[in-house]
């Protein structure tokens, strides 16, 4: 008989979301519950229907259906509610924001070993909640167990300007790094994808797509997301007079696309990490990214896997896309060099980063149990 693992409850927003926190969670989630671990989510938010398939063995809570009162008050409630009735032994808030909750919930179930799972950048310039989210950072670093975050970059930014009291662990995001033939069936396709809004700089690839357009007549760009942003998009293209740039809206089949397109483009102005950079490298496709604060540059090597390009210039951006469009040996070659280099965030090599966290949380609380 193996040891039976500790119950694990982590606690997330809006789980019917559609966006890459919760697409991490899922896999994470997924991963844990198939190596035997009970795992629970409560999404504070949401519809009653995660959009990310997750394992029947994982037990979901949605609040703002289920609480019996309304507000801030009542979502507490719940929450304590459910740790009474699951007494699972990890907490793991999927966003530190949400940590102005673990943090009531730690105090109430002390035992509880709180993790604390950041998915923006340290310097991410948030125009919501912009105080109530330094303040709760703040909180985090001093009373939680452990804080994760996805970069090196932004692990010396929280010890160096926070000085946390807690642990902190570097975890990249997971990629599934599948079995694929080596028949490079590309297209003269350049693919980029994610939320329509600022911080995403689909506005600069607009830009820098202008200036190649009618040079390379038989390729095209395609954006595949949606968000606040899309109608303003669309509109600036077409102020552009670009034909060959489209929006798809999101799909349900991204896959394809990393398959099919010639190379990936990232314009962020900030990223987390870069979800869909490394998962399109992972079907062997360079890149050409901007060189944000944190996350691309952990990714790409730049002139071996992809391109870094300085943040907002566009004529850069635009030229070094260029290369790649002209050159078929060079893709092929730094296609090859891409799907290596990111199979070190294999799925399974980073839920072993996470069990690593889980130790640590059950050895501290065995020392508890023998001081108490």
């Not at 809570?61 to 309304?70: S, T």
């Not at 730094?334 to 966290?357: Q, S």
């Amino acid at each position: 008989m193996g040891k039976t693992k500790s119950k694990i409850m982590f606690f997330t927003g809006d789980l019917s979301s559609c966006g890459g926190t919760q697409r991490v969670l899922s896999v994470i989630a997924n991963g844990l519950s198939r190596r035997g671990y009970p795992v629970l989510i409560v999404s504070l938010c949401g519809q009653e229907h995660s959009f990310f398939k997750l394992e029947e063995k994982i037990t979901i809570y949605w609040a703002r259906q289920e609480r019996n009162a309304a507000g801030i008050k009542g979502s507490f409630c719940y929450l304590a509610a459910v740790l009474k009735k699951e007494r699972p032994r990890f907490l793991v808030d999927v966003d530190t924001v949400l940590g102005c909750y673990s943090f009531f919930l730690k105090r109430l179930r002390p035992e509880i070993y709180w993790v604390s799972w950041e998915h923006f950048t340290f310097c991410h310039p948030f125009k919501k909640n912009r105080l109530l989210r330094k303040l709760v950072r703040r909180l985090v670093v001093r009373y939680a167990d452990h804080l994760v975050v996805l970069t090196e970059a932004d692990k010396k930014s929280y010890e160096k300007k926070l000085r946390p009291r807690c642990l902190v662990t570097r975890i990249y995001n997971p990629v599934s790094c599948k079995d694929l033939s080596l028949k490079y069936r590309k297209k003269p396709v350049i693919f980029a994808a994610g939320r329509l809004v600022e911080e995403k700089g689909f506005d600069l690839l607009i830009r820098s797509w202008k200036l190649l357009e009618q040079r390379y007549p038989q390729w095209s760009v395609v954006i595949a997301g949606d968000g606040k942003d899309r109608r303003r998009l669309e509109k600036m293209a077409k102020a552009a007079k670009l034909r060959r740039l489209r929006f798809t809206g999101i799909v349900t089949d991204i896959e394809k696309y990393y398959e099919t397109a010639a190379f990936f483009v990232l314009p962020s102005r900030y990223e987390g990490f870069g979800m869909t950079l490394a998962e399109a490298m992972s079907y062997s496709s360079p890149a050409v990214s901007y060189a944000c604060p944190e996350g691309p540059k952990e990714i790409v090597a730049d002139g071996e896997n992809g391109f870094l390009v300085p943040q907002g210039n566009i004529k850069e951006f635009a030229r070094k896309m260029g290369t790649l469009m002209k050159d078929d040996r060079l893709r092929i070659r730094m296609g090859k060099k891409a799907r290596e280099d990111v199979r070190r965030f294999e799925t399974e090599l980073i839920l072993n980063e996470w069990e690593k966290i889980f130790a640590v949380g059950s050895l501290l609380h065995k020392d508890m149990r023998k001081k108490d």
